[in-house]
T-cell receptor, first 113, second 113 residues
């Protein structure tokens, strides 16, 4: 069974731009969660989508948004990029949600200049 | 108090020894617990999940859970240099009407020859 895939793997943007990251979950998994990982803050929960609905959201500003499609694929968008948004963005999929085992994709490394 | 606490390490153990990694959590109602391994520059990889009090063994890994003490640990027997990585403890926590996976900051393990 194929694992979680994320595209692109690397991105370089400048302040003020926006970015869209994509995640394809493991086949059959309906829950997709997004995390931001930085050396200083560790892994921080952004949001979770299940059946095209945002089920939970972390403490991030409204510049961070996401969506999920009917095939469970998910995208997250960051608008008006700031230097502090430079991070590894990780997507994780699970069958039903955070109660179940979550499997991570390889991540998207975003650098904001 | 942090929601999920781990000693950041590094924890240094000689090859062949037992490595013991510990984690405490704040939400007494948490029901699912996970250990992830993360190599430098890579995404987290699920090692173990545990849902009930007691021990759960999988190969060289044993997870231990004590809900009364709000404590979960991971033992790695016959430690190998390839086990050198950061180990993340993750706890499913309720946030009102939903739940999310909350991560500790990780313990860096070094297995020495």
């Amino acid at each position: 069974k194929a694992g979680v895939t994320q595209t692109p793997r690397y991105l370089i943007k400048t302040r003020g731009q926006q970015v869209t990251l994509s995640c394809s979950p493991i086949s059959g998994h309906r829950s997709v969660s997004w995390y931001q990982q930085t050396p200083g803050q560790g892994l921080q929960f952004l949001f979770e989508y299940f059946s095209e609905t945002q089920r939970n959201k972390g403490n991030f500003p409204g510049r961070f948004s996401g969506r999920q499609f009917s095939n469970s694929r998910s995208e997250m968008n960051v608008s008006t990029l700031e230097l502090g948004d430079s991070a590894l963005y990780l997507c994780a999929s699970s069958l039903w949600g955070s109660y179940n085992e979550q499997f991570f994709g390889p991540g998207t490394r975003l650098t904001v200049l | 108090q942090k929601e999920v606490e781990q000693n950041s390490g590094p924890l240094s153990v000689p090859e062949g020894a037992i490595a013991s990694l510990n984690c405490t959590y704040s939400d007494r109602g948490s029901q699912s617990f996970f250990w992830y391994r993360q190599y430098s520059g890579k995404s987290p990889e699920l090692i173990m999940s545990i849902y009930s009090n007691g021990d759960k063994e999988d190969g060289r890994f044993t997870a231990q859970l004590n809900k009364a003490s709000q404590y979960v640990s991971l033992l790695i027997r016959d430690s190998q240099p390839s086990d050198s990585a950061t180990y993340l403890c993750a706890v499913n926590m309720n946030t009102g009407t939903a739940s999310k996976l909350t991560f500790g900051t990780g313990t860096r393990l070094q297995v020495t020859l």
